[in-house]
């Protein structure tokens, strides 16, 4: 079935879903081995040959009808093995054996679970604030659940890396997944939280007082569920054909990022769709840095009418300007000290808007400047030093449709890019490098946007 509004698609596919049986019986699924992983219960599972099955079956009968003679053998219980037990419970247990490690948050694996937790958010009449995330946390993710947890009663963090989203030969299975690490940042966030609400933000040395038992931060609960949860239908598609159900949001989805990655909005506004009617939130948190992907999902929630507020807040950046963003882990010394550029050369264009000048030949080409120049640089250097790039795009867009322009208008302009850092060619001894030793090309994107009259590298536009 398939219902199209306005450049919208909601395309819906029902396939068996014998991919969801186990193959094997267990005891349970496993709740802290990762995607898909079994629980350790399950590792005292024996292989017997089928000879010695056969061997011991007479005796077996035998036996049964000696004692059928005499007395009714009592019924014995199946074997626990036998037994398949529910896909999950609704809330986990603490990650692996620490037993403090949510502190006092929740960790919900299951949709009926997020539902149950949110209609008692419901009686008693709080807000709550959503902030979606792939995981790898990092200070531009705590940003926004610093906001969220300012603007809402209780915040619930998701994490859950979203394979729709990902393109056929892009880097899912590198994608990093530091699930404990992640919780480990959450828990130290809501002790933070908790003593901004006390109003002991600045204790002296010494005189810090942790949260007392029970007393709950903001982040009251994180969201961790499988894909089998998220996609209960069929096994998610990042074909660009592929079969199943997808929100589609056109002609904004197949410009730019979508051009260059013709499935990503699909599957982002599709987990998000499917996120946002699962918890419910009053407010879902963004950030700037991802600005195409901010203004897809503010057009769905406008057109599908679904009630809830989306905030994007500017983008946080290193020191040297540098986005922030979780693959930057990828990124060693040589290739960190180059990635910059982008940010760089957008700040050259910003720096001809506040000169007066508003024509895209002169915004964009001075940021395109900037990049082909350090490009031809970078290649005429030896092997062994380089960091090569591939340019993507550099846009000058109208900020709510993202479609070229050649003049900024009464609405400003996006200036945007996108960079690809290569692998390196040579490494030597001792050189610091990235994870999976800066063999895995990394994509950077950023933005700023251009407001009539002034320009600004963090304005809120949502």
Not at 64 to 81: D, G, H
Not at 210 to 230: C, D, N, Q, S, W
Request: a positive charge; charged letters at 25%; proline letters at 7%.
């Amino acid at each position: 079935m398939m219902v199209s509004h306005h450049g919208l698609r909601l395309i819906y596919s029902l396939r068996s879903t014998d991919w969801l049986r186990p193959k094997v019986p267990l005891r349970r699924w496993s709740t802290s081995g990762g995607y898909g992983g079994l629980s350790s219960q399950t590792s005292n599972i024996r292989c017997v040959s089928q000879s010695s099955v056969r061997l011991r079956e007479p005796y077996r009968e035998a036996r049964a009808n000696i004692r059928s003679r005499s007395t009714p053998t009592p019924k014995e219980p199946e074997p626990e093995e036998e037994h398949i037990a529910p896909r999950e419970p609704l809330v986990s247990k603490p990650l692996d054996d620490d037993p403090g490690f949510l502190g006092e948050m929740q960790m919900l694996r299951t949709v009926q679970g997020v539902r149950d937790y949110r209609k008692l958010l419901s009686d008693e009449a709080k807000t709550v604030g959503l902030v979606p995330t792939m995981g790898a946390l990092h200070e531009g993710h705590l940003s926004l659940i610093r906001t969220a947890a300012a603007e809402n009663d209780v915040v619930v963090v998701s994490i859950y890396v979203n394979p729709t989203q990902f393109g056929v030969n892009e880097d899912l299975d590198k994608y990093p997944r530091t699930l404990r690490s992640d919780v480990a940042k959450l828990v130290q966030l809501n002790e933070e939280l908790v003593r901004k609400r006390r109003g002991k933000e600045d204790d002296a040395p010494g005189t810090y007082t942790p949260p007392a038992l029970g007393e709950k931060g903001p982040i009251a609960a994180i969201f961790v569920p499988h894909t089998r949860e998220m996609y209960p239908g069929l096994p998610p598609s990042s074909q660009i054909d592929g079969k199943g159900s997808f929100v589609t949001i056109t002609p904004i989805s197949n410009l730019l990022e979508g051009a260059s990655r013709p499935v990503f909005f699909r599957g982002v506004a599709t987990v998000c769709m499917k996120l946002f009617n699962i918890v419910q939130p009053t407010r879902a948190y963004f950030g700037q840095k991802d600005i195409q992907q901010s203004l897809v999902i503010r057009r769905m929630v406008k057109d599908f009418h679904l009630p809830l507020t989306i905030r994007v807040l500017p983008t946080q950046r290193e020191g040297d300007g540098l986005a922030r963003s979780s693959r930057n882990v990828y990124l060693g010394a040589r290739r960190r000290a180059i990635a910059p550029i982008l940010s760089r050369a957008l700040r050259v264009g910003l720096r001809e808007s506040r000169l007066g000048k508003t024509m895209r030949s002169d915004i964009q080409g001075a940021a395109m400047e900037i990049l082909y120049r350090e490009r031809l640089r970078q290649e005429e250097l030896k092997p062994s030093v380089r960091a090569r790039f591939e340019i993507d795009y550099v846009s000058f867009a109208d900020p709510d449709t993202m479609e070229e322009i050649e003049q900024t208008t009464d609405k400003g302009a996006i200036l945007s890019g996108a960079i690809k850092m290569l692998p390196i060619e040579e490494s030597w001894d001792g050189e610091k490098l990235g994870e999976g030793d800066d063999k895995t090309p990394v994509r950077l994107i950023d933005n700023t946007v251009i407001l009539k009259g002034r320009s600004s590298r963090g304005a809120n536009v949502m």
